[in-house]
């Protein structure tokens, strides 16, 4: 049963927005974000309005069936009318549920997802090039657009870190189940023995912050320029085109120096930089309403184990979920990576229903 003040709610906040964004008063910062939101309350405020009305339905109903003075004509059309109420009634339940959940306010965001080669040498230099490799063919299955910000590169095709964007509808509801630790078991191409060798990546998923989500001072950065280094110590440009940024008051640092350009370099570990703050930010509120964290799938937290990717067998296993696919290579080339992100996001919807009426 949901609390009616929660549903009446909906309709308060519907017509509050309503009345807000046609009157032209609106911050222009905050108009797109008031829409959204109105928006999302119309997908469902027929069915509040609905609800609502159930119980005065209800009751007129079984006046009906009690008044001796109708025929029973009448009587039995109330009774069916009364079935097909409390049936209506239990489907709108169901929906006003899945609707009042606690939602990610960053679910709609874009993503920016650092890939870090962890335990392994060079083997996790090659598995964190694999990893890249899958979400670019999932990001292109979607249509989604990937944009790669800082890549450092190992021996033999690896990747010892790669930095990238993902821009799209929705992204970060969909990739944040990736961070955390990925492992790898499979036997590296040097092994003579035929030995399992085991190691892993680390992945992490940061919502893509705007100037509207966190502030940031100028002068709570401190902005250093340097010469770009390559391979060896050789000098890949002659002018200090690399930047380096920290944020005074959390201590994150950021270096970039792929582009050539430093004004180009600036910005983009200024975006790193604001989504890494914005994300911290977001941990430790989230630390504090510890009702929220049990009703999330892992705590996003990037030294938990989430996944393990098994070459020898031919699996995938999502740890959180117990999740066992037979299909690796299919899973690597994008192909069902949907079928585990679809049952990770089911588990998560049931533990905050749960979560709801606890």
Same mark, same amino acid.
């Given at each position: 049963?949901?609390?009616?003040?929660?549903?009446?709610?909906?309709?308060?906040?519907?017509?509050?927005?309503?009345?807000?964004?046609?009157?032209?008063?609106?911050?222009?910062?905050?108009?797109?974000?008031?829409?959204?939101?109105?928006?999302?309350?119309?997908?469902?405020?027929?069915?509040?309005?609905?609800?609502? $009305?159930? *119980? &005065?339905?209800? %009751?007129?109903?079984?006046?009906?069936?009690?008044?001796?003075? =109708?025929?029973?004509? +009448? !009587?039995?059309?109330?009774?069916?009318?009364?079935?097909?109420?409390?049936?209506?009634?239990? $489907?709108? *339940? &169901?929906?006003? %549920?899945?609707?009042?959940?606690?939602?990610?306010?960053?679910? =709609?965001?874009?993503? +920016? !997802?650092?890939?870090?080669?962890?335990?392994?040498?060079?083997?996790?230099?090659?598995?964190?090039?694999?990893?890249?490799?899958?979400?670019?063919?999932?990001?292109?299955?979607?249509?989604?657009?990937?944009?790669?910000?800082?890549?450092?590169?190992?021996?033999?095709?690896?990747?010892?870190?790669?930095?990238?964007?993902?821009?799209?509808?929705?992204?970060?509801?969909?990739?944040?189940?990736?961070?955390?630790?990925?492992?790898?078991?499979?036997?590296?191409?040097?092994?003579?023995?035929?030995?399992?060798?085991?190691?892993?990546?680390?992945?992490?998923?940061?919502?893509?912050?705007?100037?509207?989500?966190?502030?940031?001072?100028?002068?709570?950065?401190?902005?250093?320029?340097?010469?770009?280094?390559?391979?060896?110590?050789?000098?890949?440009?002659?002018?200090?085109?690399?930047?380096?940024?920290?944020?005074?008051?959390?201590?994150?640092?950021?270096?970039?120096?792929?582009?050539?350009?430093?004004?180009?370099?600036?910005?983009?570990?200024?975006?790193?930089?604001?989504?890494?703050?914005?994300?911290?930010?977001?941990?430790?509120?989230?630390?504090?309403?510890?009702?929220?964290?049990?009703?999330?799938?892992?705590?996003?937290?990037?030294?938990?184990?989430?996944?393990?990717?098994?070459?020898?067998?031919?699996?995938?296993?999502?740890?959180?979920?117990?999740?066992?696919?037979?299909?690796?290579?299919?899973?690597?080339?994008?192909?069902?990576?949907?079928?585990?992100?679809?049952?990770?996001?089911?588990?998560?919807?049931?533990?905050?229903?749960?979560?709801?009426?606890?």
């Amino acid at each position: 049963m949901i609390p009616i003040d929660k549903v009446k709610d909906i309709i308060v906040k519907h017509d509050f927005l309503e009345k807000e964004l046609s009157s032209g008063s609106i911050d222009p910062k905050l108009y797109a974000k008031k829409s959204k939101e109105y928006s999302s309350l119309g997908s469902i405020i027929e069915i509040a309005r609905e609800y609502v $009305k159930f *119980e &005065n339905d209800k %009751k007129d109903l079984i006046n009906i069936m009690q008044d001796e003075t =109708n025929d029973q004509e +009448i !009587v039995d059309l109330a009774e069916k009318d009364l079935e097909d109420l409390d049936m209506k009634k239990e $489907k709108y *339940e &169901n929906t006003l %549920k899945v609707f009042l959940l606690p939602k990610d306010e960053d679910d =709609n965001k874009n993503a +920016i !997802v650092e890939i870090r080669a962890g335990t392994g040498g060079l083997e996790a230099s090659l598995f964190c090039a694999d990893l890249f490799k899958m979400y670019e063919k999932v990001c292109s299955k979607k249509k989604w657009k990937l944009e790669i910000i800082n890549i450092s590169k190992s021996e033999a095709g690896g990747f010892k870190e790669v930095i990238f964007s993902v821009n799209g509808d929705d992204i970060y509801s969909y990739l944040k189940y990736e961070s955390g630790v990925h492992r790898v078991q499979r036997i590296p191409e040097t092994e003579t023995q035929g030995r399992v060798h085991t190691s892993a990546a680390t992945v992490a998923v940061l919502p893509e912050a705007e100037d509207v989500d966190i502030d940031i001072k100028e002068s709570d950065l401190r902005i250093d320029v340097f010469r770009a280094g390559g391979p060896g110590g050789q000098s890949v440009n002659t002018t200090d085109s690399a930047v380096r940024i920290t944020h005074i008051p959390s201590g994150v640092v950021v270096s970039q120096q792929d582009e050539k350009s430093q004004h180009k370099n600036k910005a983009k570990a200024l975006k790193i930089l604001r989504s890494r703050v914005y994300e911290a930010e977001k941990r430790k509120k989230d630390q504090e309403r510890s009702s929220n964290r049990r009703s999330q799938i892992g705590t996003g937290d990037r030294s938990e184990r989430i996944r393990t990717y098994n070459f020898p067998q031919g699996r995938v296993t999502d740890h959180r979920i117990n999740l066992t696919l037979h299909k690796l290579d299919e899973f690597l080339s994008g192909e069902i990576h949907e079928e585990m992100n679809q049952q990770l996001r089911l588990k998560e919807q049931n533990l905050k229903l749960e979560n709801l009426h606890s």
